[in-house]
């Protein structure tokens, strides 16, 4: 249509310079064609104008809309251009960010990037220039505040009409409760990993543990029958079983105990103790196989005698204070050994110092723990299943107290631990105090009953009471001991096991409680179990002692209820 009206009007514009007269019908018709065609032309142009303004306002629309959008998006936006300058960041960025849009406008993306995380972003902006596909990664972003937050990113690159030079957007949501739950869950996937590695290495441990005095138990006991050996060897060979039986059933102990800590059965005896008298104790205890080792052991005890009392479970102090010192005791090879306390304010600070192979700065704080041993690499040929510490260091703070340590390898290591000194002048120590060595046993001659279906068991009690057992019965299950003790109304002392068949040994004290009230039960166990002292209280024994029974302290429970006899 354009190109005809340009044709017409160009014919017109030549005849009429040419002179020529222009004939009225060729006018008239060309003229009307033209001013239709104009007509048109006219209104196609408004219609055009109309749509203009229509998509005008549509673009001004949609534009409004993605800035809306842009701006309220649930995640934050940041555009950067191809040298990683912010050109445009959304209201969610800023509020992330606690700053204002100015604030990052034509600054460098960098800026806002720990220094740790620097290269994992470079890297991640190399792969969306080269638009390669990638997933989202995770940074840490620096706030206005300077506080960080931890920031999961993902890139894309915008394309536009106008310019030829590449923006990327960059979808930013903050991870940090995400990447704070993923930090603990690693953590404590590391830590279930290193406590199955280390129970791993517990009971490879503890089988070498059991194993190599059982292994002397078991070796020597075969030896002693041989026909021809000499006194002496005889001597040595049970030495060695016994020792072999104390290191055991110090393993066992460890197990048990850590058993008890850890499921909460560990209970507390708290008494008034004279913690002079503990120390010497424990100086005397341990002072012949020290020398025997041919160390030096000394101790000091700062307090006058009378003020030296702690309301404390005695049994643990005196744990705590074993443990140390066997430890010492084990890794020292030649020098001193020191034990005792200052007064610290509120507290009494114990030590045990020795001049011994010390522990490397890096494992101070794991042999704390439980299982781990100081020279896990160059593991010494040292006894110890690397639970005393552990033991130890919840005895403390059962306690009340803390437990720390100095040292340095080669020169020595010092264990500090300390125990509230809650002193009361006025009561006098009650500390039970076993008969002290050369005492004269002298109870009498007792009727005793025996109690016990285990064969073994029974001989050792039968021996040991034999020379101050006037009449020793004996009752294989708890209906026998109670049937036993109606038909003997005149016995003195009953040796109950707890674990009888039929019948167990507080059920049948109880029924013994009912007939008689004056015989003195005590009772055994071998259990080792929390709770086993009171159970038997309750049932109403009068007192208890552990299996395997140690002869003195049998000994010891018989002289205090028989001793003024
Ligand atoms: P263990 O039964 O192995 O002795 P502990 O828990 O008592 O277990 O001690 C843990 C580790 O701490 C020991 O294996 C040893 O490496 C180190 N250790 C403890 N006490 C001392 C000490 N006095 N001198 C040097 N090392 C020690």
Known sequence: MEDNSKLL??????ELRRGKKIETSLYETDLKVLVEELSIYQIELEHQNQELIH????????NDRYLDLFDNAPVGYLIVDLNGVIKDINQTACVLLESEKNDYIDKKITKIIHRDFQDVYYMYFRTLINQKPNQPCDIKIQKSNNLFFYARIQGARQCHITSNDPEFRLAIIDVTIQKEMEIKLLAAKEQAEESDRLKSAFLANMSHEIRTPMNGILGFADLLKEPDLTGDEQQEYIRIIEKSGIRMLNIINEIIDISKIEAGLMNLDINESNINKQIEDIYSFFKPEVEAKGLKL????????????????REKVFAIFTNLVKNAIKYTYEGSIEIGYVKRGSFLEFYAKDTGIGIPKDRQQAIFERFIQADVSDKMAQQGAGLGLSITKAYVEML???IWLASEEGRGSEFYFTLPYNFEPVKESIDQVPPAQGTTFNVGKL????????????MLIDITVKSFGNEILKAGTGVEAVQVCRDNPDIDLILMDIRLSEMSGY???????????????????????????EKSILAGCNDYIKKPINKKELLSIIQRYFGSK
């Not at 998509?55 to 949609?62: G, H, N």
């Not at 000394?298 to 479970?313: C, F, G, M």
């Open 298 to 313: 000394s101790y000091r005890n700062i307090l006058p005698v009378h003020e030296a009392i702690l309301k404390t479970d």
């Open 9 to 14: 009007r160009e014919r017109a514009k030549e």
């Open 400 to 402: 009340g107290g803390k």
């Open 447 to 458: 009727k005793i009953l025996v109690a016990e279906d285990d064969e073994v068991s029974g």
């Open 507 to 533: 059920e049948a004290t109880q029924q013994i409680r009912e007939f008689n009230r004056e015989v003195v039960i005590i009772a055994q166990t071998a259990y080792g179990l929390s709770g086993d002292r």
């Open 55 to 62: 998509s005008q306002d549509e673009i001004q629309q949609s």
